[in-house]
């Protein structure tokens, strides 16, 4: 009886194509590639206007799956269909998420696929791709440090300690950090308060990031930012003050 191969063993035997000609098969150049490693690559804003006169293309949406109890669900069968288009001669290309490492360290696993339904190499996947999750959690953090800052060095804009709303993120399931008080200690180590941390998928700086559709888009998007609100009750945002 043959061995059933598990997740990772599937995938380290697949034969992985160099990028560039997965991007070849798809009508995209190399030049339009920012390459990391072997075999992962972002494509570049320049491959728009490239594959313009390219008839558009046919959606198919995977929009709600009820998953097994191990997290079989959108992604795998995503990828499934993707396959199974390609393999009926279709030019399939498949969208997906990218995964948060904190549902990859618990039961349901990372967002790869599953089986001979994933995407590979499935560690590289799983584990930041391209680090786009860690730097949507360092520009979050930095504002969240920025807030507490401001409330140490005198609260000029009059922010109401109680009503902050922008809470630090952590790409890690870590329920210990759902409630937390800040600012403890000596009286250089911050303002006292309540706050806590969400998972960075959940960040409004990810969602920012999701929505813009440039980057002079993204700059007005997180300058509208609320970060909480004045003892008067005006939003307190993320845009500096205009001079009177």
Do not use: C
Request: avoid cysteine.
């Amino acid at each position: 009886m043959d061995k059933i191969l598990n997740d990772l063993e599937i995938g380290h035997a697949a034969h992985l194509l160099p990028i560039d000609e997965v991007a070849a098969s798809a009508g995209i150049a190399a030049e339009h590639l920012e390459h990391y490693g072997a075999y992962i690559a972002k494509v570049t804003p320049s491959a728009t206007a490239a594959v313009s006169e390219q008839p558009p293309a046919k959606y198919i949406v995977i929009t709600a799956v009820t998953p097994t109890p191990l997290g079989e669900g959108k992604t795998t069968t995503s990828i499934g269909l993707a396959q199974g288009l390609s393999m009926l001669g279709h030019r399939s290309m498949l969208s997906l998420r990218q995964p948060s490492l904190g549902p990859t360290f618990g039961i349901k696993g990372g967002a790869a696929g599953a089986g001979y339904s994933q995407v590979v190499p499935m560690e590289a996947v799983n584990l930041h791709l391209t680090s786009d999750f860690h730097a949507v959690t360092s520009a979050h953090n930095l504002l969240a440090a920025m807030v507490d800052n401001h409330l140490h060095h005198g609260n000029e804009l009059d922010i109401d300690p109680r009503t902050i709303a922008w809470r630090r993120v952590l790409d890690v399931n870590d329920r210990a950090l759902r409630n937390i008080v800040v600012g403890l200690g000596e009286r250089m180590d911050g303002v006292p308060r309540q706050g806590g941390f969400d998972i960075t998928a959940a960040s409004e700086v990810m969602v920012i990031l999701s929505l813009s559709t440039s980057l002079q888009d993204l700059r007005q998007r997180l300058g509208r930012i609320v970060v909480g609100y004045t003892y008067a009750g005006r939003p307190g945002s993320t845009s500096p003050p205009r001079a009177r």
